[in-house]
C-alpha cells in the first residue's frame, strides 16, 4: 500500500480523533451526551495506531520479542480493548490526545501539507515545550490506576480491565523512557512528603507502602531524610 496515502489515514484518523474526543469534552455543557462521541473517539484513535504497526511492520517486520515492546501495540490493545468493551475514561483517553496533538505537529511542520510559515512557527514552538507536557500525561496514565482502582470497588469498572491496565502501565513502563521519569518524579515527590514533619503518621505509612509498592518501578532512590515530629 502507498506509504503517502497510509500516512494521510493517520493524519486522518488522529485529527479525527481529537476533534471527537474534544467535543466529547464540551457536549455536557450544552447537555448533549458524550458517550456516543468518545466511542467514535476511541474508533478513530484505534484506526490510527493500527496503521502505524502496519507502517513499523513493513519496514521491520515484528516478531513474538519485539512486538509487545512496541509502544503502538501496546495502545492499540488498550484501545481495542476499550473499543469492544465500550469502557470510556478520560483519564485514560485524555493522554494519548496529547501525545497525537505532538504527534500531528510534527507531521504537519515537516510533512507534505503547505502550511503558512506563521502556523509553521507556531508549531515548532508548541513542539519546543512537548517534553514537560508529555511527561504530565504519563503521570496522569499512572493516575488513573488509583481511578480504575475506586470505580472497580464502586462497580463501575470489570477487574479484568483493571488488572488489564495495570499490565499495561507495566509494559508501558518497560518501553519508555517517559513513563519511567513520570514514575521516579511520583516517588521523589511521595517519598518527600511522607518525610515531612507535617504529614500525619498514618498518612506517611500510606504514602511508604505506596512507595514500597512502587520500588520495583525505576532506579532506587535516595530517600529524603527527616525527623518526623513526635
Not at 474526543?21 to 493500527?50: D, E, K, N, R, W
Request: with cysteine; net charge positive.
Amino acid at each position: 500500500m502507498n506509504a503517502t496515502l497510509l500516512q494521510q489515514a493517520w493524519f486522518f484518523c488522529h485529527s479525527t480523533f481529537i476533534s471527537l474526543y474534544v467535543v466529547s469534552l464540551i457536549s455536557p455543557v450544552f447537555g448533549l451526551s458524550s458517550q456516543s462521541m468518545q466511542l467514535f473517539a476511541t474508533l478513530f484513535a484505534t484506526l490510527g495506531y493500527m496503521i502505524v504497526l502496519y507502517q513499523t511492520h513493513m519496514v521491520t517486520p515484528f516478531n513474538k520479542t519485539t512486538i509487545m515492546k512496541n509502544e503502538n501495540t501496546l495502545y492499540f490493545i488498550l484501545l481495542l480493548n476499550m473499543l469492544m468493551t465500550r469502557t470510556n475514561f478520560g483519564s485514560i483517553v485524555f493522554p494519548l490526545m496529547v501525545y497525537s496533538i505532538f504527534h500531528i505537529a510534527g507531521y504537519l511542520i515537516s510533512g507534505p501539507y503547505a502550511i503558512s510559515m506563521n502556523m509553521k512557527s507556531r508549531l515548532q514552538n508548541l513542539v519546543s515545550i512537548q517534553s514537560p507536557i508529555i511527561i504530565m500525561a504519563a503521570k496522569l496514565e499512572v493516575v488513573s490506576i488509583a481511578s480504575l482502582l475506586v470505580t472497580y470497588l464502586s462497580g463501575k469498572t470489570p477487574l479484568y480491565f483493571f488488572i488489564f491496565y495495570v499490565w499495561f502501565i507495566i509494559n508501558r513502563y518497560s518501553s519508555s523512557a517517559i513513563m519511567k521519569t513520570a514514575f521516579s518524579e511520583f516517588r521523589v515527590g511521595a517519598n518527600q512528603i511522607a518525610c515531612s514533619s507535617k504529614c500525619p503518621k498514618i498518612l506517611s505509612n500510606l504514602i511508604q507502602s505506596g512507595i514500597n509498592a512502587l520500588s520495583r518501578f525505576g532506579t532506587t532512590l535516595t530517600h529524603v531524610s527527616a525527623n518526623k515530629s513526635q
